[in-house]
């Protein structure tokens, strides 16, 4: 096991809805990813978080937003929802930036938007 | 823009053989790194290899090596002796090489691993 757990690991949602999704990342770790992973795909990166800022964003709009806490957990918040926001939902946490570090993933949240 | 690509969407091997698990990579960094991560259907990303731009040796752990040609730009996973457990969808990654760009991965569309017996 990695250390890092999300919460909920399953969720549905109706259209229009807002969601918030958790990720606890492994002890000592001050940066967490967020990704969006459709089915059948890669992941694709939604953005970062590093010492409670937002460092790096990909191509999703703004109705996704995030949080970073003092501790380094974090969450990610989708409003508006639609139907193609139906994905895995992954966090991933490192311990620092730079080169050489790994990207530790937790479990998903699977989210079914209906 | 960063790419990559794996061109293998299934793939099968018998038990206790070696399998090698394609990647290509496009980018215009000099410094980059190189990611596999298996994927069981439990949907969890576990870590298996790290491949640096500008290491010199191709990495190993265990039974995972990297085959890393940097001028065919390509990053590939042998698996050796393959086992059962080793059946799961394999993405291949890269991450951008300059300080700050901490964690964002660009992935390929995976390739779906069964081992038989």
């Known amino acids: 096991e990695t250390g890092v757990t999300q919460s909920p690991t399953h969720l549905i949602k109706t259209r229009g809805q807002q969601v918030t999704l958790r990720c606890s990342s492994q002890?000592?770790?001050?940066?967490v990813s967020w990704y969006q992973q459709a089915l059948g795909q890669g992941p694709q990166f939604i953005f970062q978080?590093?010492?409670?800022?937002?460092?790096g964003r990909g191509n999703f709009p703004p109705r996704f937003s995030g949080l970073q806490f003092p501790n380094y957990s974090s969450e990610l918040n989708v409003n508006a929802l639609e139907l193609d926001d139906s994905a895995l939902y992954l966090c991933?946490?490192?311990?620092?930036?730079?080169?050489?570090?790994?990207?530790?993933f937790g479990q998903g949240t699977r989210l079914t938007v209906v | 823009a960063q790419k990559i690509t794996q061109t293998q969407p299934g793939m099968f091997v018998q038990e206790k053989e070696a399998v090698t698990l394609d990647c290509t990579y496009d980018?215009?960094?000099?410094?980059?790194?190189l990611f596999w991560y298996k994927q069981p259907s439990s949907g969890e990303m576990i870590f298996l290899i790290y491949?640096?731009?500008?290491?010199?040796q191709n990495a190993t752990e265990g039974r995972y090596s990297l085959n890393f040609q940097k001028a065919r730009k390509s990053a590939n996973l042998v698996i050796s002796a393959s086992q059962l457990g080793d059946s799961a969808m394999y993405f291949c990654?890269?991450?951008?090489?300059?300080?700050?760009?901490?964690?964002?991965?660009?992935f390929g569309t995976g390739t779906q691993l069964k081992v038989e017996l």
């Open positions: 991933a946490s490192s311990l620092a930036q730079g080169r050489d570090t790994e990207a530790f």
């Open positions: 002890s000592g770790h001050n940066t």
């Open positions: 978080y590093y010492r409670e800022e937002e460092n």
């Open positions: 980018t215009s960094d000099p410094s980059y790194g």
């Open positions: 491949q640096g731009s500008y290491d010199q």
């Open positions: 990654a890269m991450r951008e090489g300059s300080t700050g760009g901490g964690n964002k991965l660009t």
